[in-house]
């Protein structure tokens, strides 16, 4: 699994194969040759040796020890961070010269949404040569990738994530029903071929990690993304959940990251940083339904990423929990991949939950 996740976030160096028309944009990233590309290595440190974490044929632990040590404070805190792409955060949708001087300019864990056409919630789609065709905007993120590769100190690739509730989120890709409409098929073939669809549509447009499936177990029917659920039953959830994360992972295409780990469903607030877990919910439903499908997905699906949830549960945020995350998470689950917190989620343990 640790291999798969590896290759996974250093296969985004490789350029997809376009044939888009030349481009006419007014912020052009034009990239200096470099002579860190060899027959079976990338200089990505560019000190004209091979590094070991350069080299695909060392032990995967060697590599990322050696990554590690080569790493300063800074450029550890920046791939612990998530960037909004264009029009979210980002004001540039490819490279600029000014990308020197910004939080990114040695390296970032994830660019999210970027280029996916969205500006926000009841705002029209946004009208851009870079969002559609597909191999225009594989071509632009595969600049954005050249950056972090060529530009950076160490080289180390950006995660490119979008959303996959009902699909990729993208306005011109496959817009399938939502997770509640179809946990009323009970059919795992569809949800594997929705999962693959998903999957196989993100990596033609340059992204490699889809925030799906949605392991949350709908336990009221107030709550405000009751929608996103595949329903009431943990084991269909289960089920479900298994088939999508197999489908999203199809040959490796891109990663599958299930959330919101956990008890995320049965809140008696907001959807966000309000969202405080029912404190009579006993530690037995909290284990048989919401810990059931998250233990089953990861140990049969093999899903590369877990997204962390907004609330707290008994008195104790989600995302900064170490028992959640780590003794459960990676103890008794096993899981071996990444953990990556929801929206503003850590943010929020100071501004909302006041744990820090």
């Not at 050696?66 to 004001?91: A, F, H, P, W």
């Not at 994830?110 to 969002?131: K, S, T």
């Not at 298994?242 to 959807?271: C, E, P, W």
Request: a neutral charge; hydrophobic letters at 35%.
């Amino acid at each position: 699994m640790k291999k798969q996740l590896f290759y996974c976030l250093l296969s985004c160096t490789s350029l997809c194969s376009i044939t888009g028309h030349a481009l006419e944009v007014s912020k052009t990233y034009v990239p200096k040759k470099k002579s860190m590309y060899h027959k079976e290595w990338i200089d990505f440190n560019k000190n004209g040796r091979k590094d070991i974490y350069e080299d695909p044929k060392a032990p995967l632990n060697d590599r990322i020890e050696d990554l590690l040590s080569q790493m300063t404070m800074e450029e550890k805190t920046c791939q612990m961070v998530t960037l909004y792409g264009y029009q979210r955060v980002l004001k540039d949708s490819l490279p600029t010269p000014d990308w020197k001087n910004q939080l990114w300019k040695d390296g970032i864990g994830a660019i999210d949404e970027h280029l996916n056409a969205f500006r926000g919630w009841g705002v029209p789609p946004m009208q851009n040569e870079l969002v559609w065709p597909a191999s225009n905007h594989a071509w632009a993120l595969n600049e954005v990738q050249r950056f972090f590769v060529e530009e950076t100190r160490l080289g180390i690739p950006a995660d490119f994530t979008n959303e996959g509730i009902r699909g990729v989120e993208n306005y011109i890709a496959t817009n399938f029903p939502t997770q509640l409409a179809l946990g009323h098929t009970w059919n795992r073939e569809l949800i594997r071929q929705v999962g693959y669809i998903t999957g196989r549509e993100a990596r033609l447009l340059g992204y490699t990690n889809v925030y799906a499936p949605i392991l949350d177990v709908g336990r009221d029917q107030r709550w405000g993304r009751y929608e996103e659920v595949y329903g009431e039953s943990p084991y269909l959830v289960a089920e479900l959940g298994i088939a999508m994360g197999k489908g999203l992972q199809t040959d490796m295409q891109v990663a599958s990251t299930a959330k919101h780990f956990i008890a995320y469903s049965n809140n008696k607030g907001a959807r966000e940083g309000f969202a405080r877990v029912d404190p009579q919910m006993s530690w037995r439903e909290v284990e048989n339904i919401h810990a059931y499908p998250f233990t089953r997905v990861i140990q049969e699906a093999g899903i590369l990423g877990v997204m962390s949830s907004y609330n707290d549960y008994d008195g104790f945020p989600i995302q900064s929990s170490y028992y959640w995350l780590t003794q459960r998470l990676r103890g008794t689950m096993g899981f071996r991949g990444y953990v990556v917190s929801d929206s503003d989620a850590v943010e929020y343990l100071y501004s909302k939950h006041k744990t820090a």
